[in-house]
């Protein structure tokens, strides 16, 4: 097939979305589809550069819509060459020009929410949920009412997304994201990760992996070290991810008020073989988020074989506790508390066993192929099924 993917930006800084538009693509490109992604990137920015797909960057205004004059023309011109479209997110321009090109065309569209219909924005940002309220009806209901179908990447993500608008309906299909299995060419990495950052030897070092942003309970994680200032276990945290709405300086500062006596790391953004050698060093995984519709982060630590310690407001985390893959807890102080504590006093025998259990987890429910053959068995099904 050729599948046109479509999405507001290939920025990497910009969370989750990207990568897994960019994973999905590259698993349908190894199944010999032939994938081209549109995004309202500047045809200048410098991560383009790196995208192994056709890609066309068309532009958009500077406004957070990311209107885009040419979209239109373009899908008009060139949309017609493709056998499935892929709409990732909502609430932006290019999912309303697919629905105006689409809608009525015999190619079919399918939308991908990404957790753009979680209650929790309501809830945390009332006034944008109002402006949404009034552009909801004319637009975005109806790009996921007339989609073939909007496929969400979890069940807790389908049954969050029925909750915000009163006004919903939509056929609704589940396929997993992925990701791919660690390279194992980053020989060393360890040693280069704990070379940089020196005072993470010989300590258990907690890493969260992610954009520094209020929904992802960083500030938490800082509380919660703390009531374990007379642990004898020797912890640390790293905090790697890009900052955006600058969080940096307000968790050193917590940190720096709160006189932790563990080592607190803030790396920026890790790739490549610092990626990897975090992984390797890191004692577990933790992700304390009040809301996190897929955690790719969260998939890419099981492949580690790194146990887990998330909160229940991470879609996937009945999978990770069913697989017995980390802990799972609530997203205030006393969970990530508790997930903290529990982890410490977890004996080495039962640490390696859910290592083990982390392997499995991923190989059995996040590999990017089987990602990749989930969305292509609802690519393909017959119209009757849809209707």
């Not at 608008?165 to 020989?187: K, M, N, Q």
């Not at 991810?241 to 006596?261: K, N, T, V």
Request: glycine share 8%; charged share 25%; proline share 5%.
């Amino acid at each position: 097939m050729k599948i046109l993917q479509l999405a507001r930006t290939l920025d990497p800084s910009t969370g989750g979305v990207v990568r897994a538009v960019l994973l999905l693509s590259g698993a349908l490109a190894q199944a010999n589809h032939e994938v081209e992604i549109v995004s309202l990137d500047l045809p200048d920015s410098p991560w383009l550069a790196a995208t192994k797909f056709k890609g066309h960057a068309l532009g958009a205004t500077r406004s957070g819509y990311g209107y885009s004059a040419s979209l239109m023309r373009w899908l008009r011109t060139e949309g017609g060459r493709f056998d499935r479209v892929i709409v990732n997110g909502i609430w932006q321009y290019h999912s309303l020009a697919a629905w105006r090109r689409y809608a009525a065309s015999p190619i079919p569209y399918y939308v991908f929410p990404h957790g753009m219909l979680d209650p929790w924005f309501r809830r945390t940002y009332p006034l944008k949920h109002l402006k949404k309220w009034l552009y909801w009806p004319w637009a975005d209901y109806r790009v996921l009412r007339d989609a073939r179908a909007v496929i969400f990447t979890s069940e807790q993500e389908r049954m969050e997304a029925r909750k915000s608008f009163w006004l919903y309906g939509c056929r609704e299909r589940i396929s997993p994201l992925g990701v791919e299995t660690p390279d194992p060419g980053h020989a060393g990495s360890r040693e280069l990760f704990l070379e940089k950052y020196p005072a993470l030897r010989n300590t258990r070092i907690l890493l969260f992996l992610g954009r520094l942003h209020l929904k992802k309970g960083c500030d938490l994680l800082l509380d919660a070290l703390a009531r374990q200032r007379n642990s004898s276990e020797p912890l640390s945290l790293v905090l790697a991810g890009p900052d955006q709405e600058g969080w940096a300086e307000r968790l050193r500062g917590q940190s720096a008020r709160l006189d932790l006596p563990f080592p607190i790391v803030l790396t920026g953004m890790l790739e490549g073989a610092m990626k990897a050698g975090a992984f390797e060093a890191a004692d577990a995984f933790i992700l304390p988020s009040h809301q996190e519709n897929f955690g790719l982060s969260v998939v890419e630590a099981l492949a580690a074989g790194l146990p887990v310690l998330i909160s229940n407001c991470v879609n996937i985390w009945r999978e990770i506790d069913a697989d017995g893959a980390g802990y799972v807890d609530t997203d205030d102080l006393a969970g990530t508390t508790r997930l903290i504590e529990r982890w410490v006093q977890t004996s080495p025998a039962l640490r390696d066993t859910m290592r083990n259990n982390a392997g499995k987890c991923f190989a059995r429910r996040f590999e990017i192929h089987r990602a990749a053959n989930s969305l292509l068995e609802v690519l393909c099904e017959p119209l009757h099924k849809h209707r």
